[in-house]
């Protein structure tokens, strides 16, 4: 999104008043991984690497293996090991 122009503001302040001039920044990022996609990596996540995702030595994910086989699927273009365990973390999965 590009910054509001000088004629914005004054149209808004013109309307709204003060309240106008307030900022509405909540002080997050939006979040680039959908809450549907969230839930299918803590469904996926949950149960035993798949016999198709060349993890068939394997009975349990790392974090690293797991963000691979999503980047992989292509169920997300990318992910970190941080934001993957945050995402388990909001959904209680260990």
């Given at each position: 999104?590009?910054?509001a122009?000088?004629?914005?503001?004054?149209h808004?302040?013109n309307?709204?008043?003060?309240?106008a001039l307030?900022?509405?920044?909540?002080?997050?990022?939006?979040r680039?991984?959908?809450e549907r996609?969230?839930?299918?990596v803590?469904?996926?996540?949950l149960?035993?690497p798949?016999?198709?995702?060349r993890?068939?030595d394997?009975?349990t994910?790392?974090?690293?293996?797991?963000?691979g086989?999503?980047?992989?699927?292509?169920?997300?273009?990318r992910?970190?090991?941080g934001?993957?365990?945050?995402?388990l973390r909001?959904g209680k999965v260990?």
């Amino acid at each position: 999104m590009g910054t509001a122009s000088a004629r914005d503001v004054v149209h808004a302040f013109n309307e709204l008043g003060f309240t106008a001039l307030d900022p509405k920044w909540n002080g997050e990022r939006p979040r680039a991984i959908s809450e549907r996609v969230r839930e299918y990596v803590r469904l996926i996540a949950l149960g035993r690497p798949p016999v198709g995702w060349r993890t068939t030595d394997v009975t349990t994910w790392s974090l690293a293996r797991l963000a691979g086989r999503l980047i992989d699927r292509l169920a997300v273009p990318r992910i970190s090991r941080g934001t993957l365990r945050r995402i388990l973390r909001e959904g209680k999965v260990s």
